[in-house]
């Protein structure tokens, strides 16, 4: 008959201890060395059930030892708000203030870039259903409607939580591209600054004071500055001196930023 008592009377955790006479004397306690050291002494004895529901959350990018802290961390805050008075046993609001708090872990503080909530709710929905078609439907990858339709979510939604899936850690510039053997990396494919964007300006600006010049000097900046001849050449090609070339290169130029500047003032 013992036996069958005690039984009936055994917790669902098998180690879990008999505080429920500690927690009302807590309770009753004013601040102080005494009550700290009760309190203590609760966290010590429960602290096996937080580690447990730690574990449960082992190979998900964080280390065991730091899950297993945050939990305890949780414990505590349960073991501050519990109130026995309300009839409900110590382990059923413990789980669940363990368990989330070590989720609010990974939601702020396991993510490279800022995922609002809702989507990080949609990425868990979209995980767990893709994992369900899986196993159900092998040799091919669960499509987006199959997705979508196994976690009761619009295709939009769904198509977020994916997108989400991969978006928990950031992709390193430095890191080859899969398939790559020559060293490859992601930060190759990226474009750079085109320095010809930095005198756009300058060239619309000056596009129509070049367009007013005589006909000559036209040609001579033309064939010198997009042609790429040296002055010797064009001297020859206009039946001019060099020094004469020179010194019509210097006055357009030199008239052309002038009226460039006076437009801009």
């Known amino acids: 008959m013992r036996s069958d008592a005690r039984q009936t009377k055994r917790h669902p955790h098998d ?23 009760l309190r203590q002494e609760l966290v010590r004895a429960w602290l096996p059930m937080a580690e447990r529901l730690a574990g ?40 669940p203030t363990v368990t989330g708090e070590i989720k609010r872990h ?85 474009g750079a600054s085109d320095p010809a964007l930095d005198v756009v300006i300058d060239r619309e600006a000056v596009k129509p004071r070049i367009a007013a010049l005589p006909e000559r000097e036209r040609d001579i900046l033309y064939m010198r500055f997009f042609g790429d001849m040296t002055q010797s050449r064009i001297a020859e090609q206009l039946g001019i001196s060099q020094m004469h070339v020179s010194r019509l290169i210097s006055r357009c130029c030199d008239r052309l930023r002038d009226q460039v500047m006076q437009d801009a003032a």
């Open 15 to 37: 180690d879990a201890p008999d505080t429920a006479a500690a927690f009302r004397r807590l309770t009753e306690m004013p601040q102080g060395p005494e009550r700290d050291a």
């Open 56 to 95: 449960r959350f082992r190979n998900r990018g964080e280390a065991l030892d730091d899950l297993r802290q945050v939990a305890a961390l949780g414990l505590v805050k349960a073991v501050d708000r519990y109130d026995p008075e309300r009839g409900s046993a110590f382990e059923s609001y413990a789980v």
């Open 106 to 190: 990974f939601r702020d503080h396991m993510w490279s870039l800022h995922v609002p909530r809702r989507v990080q709710d949609l990425r868990n929905r979209v995980r767990f259903a893709r994992q369900e078609l899986t196993q159900t439907v092998p040799g091919r990858a669960p499509t987006l409607t199959e997705i979508a339709e196994k976690a009761q979510l619009s295709q939009e939604d769904a198509a977020a939580g994916l997108e989400a899936l991969e978006s928990f850690t950031a992709l390193s510039l430095d890191a080859e591209l899969p398939g790559s053997e020559d060293g490859y990396a992601l930060r190759d494919t990226l």
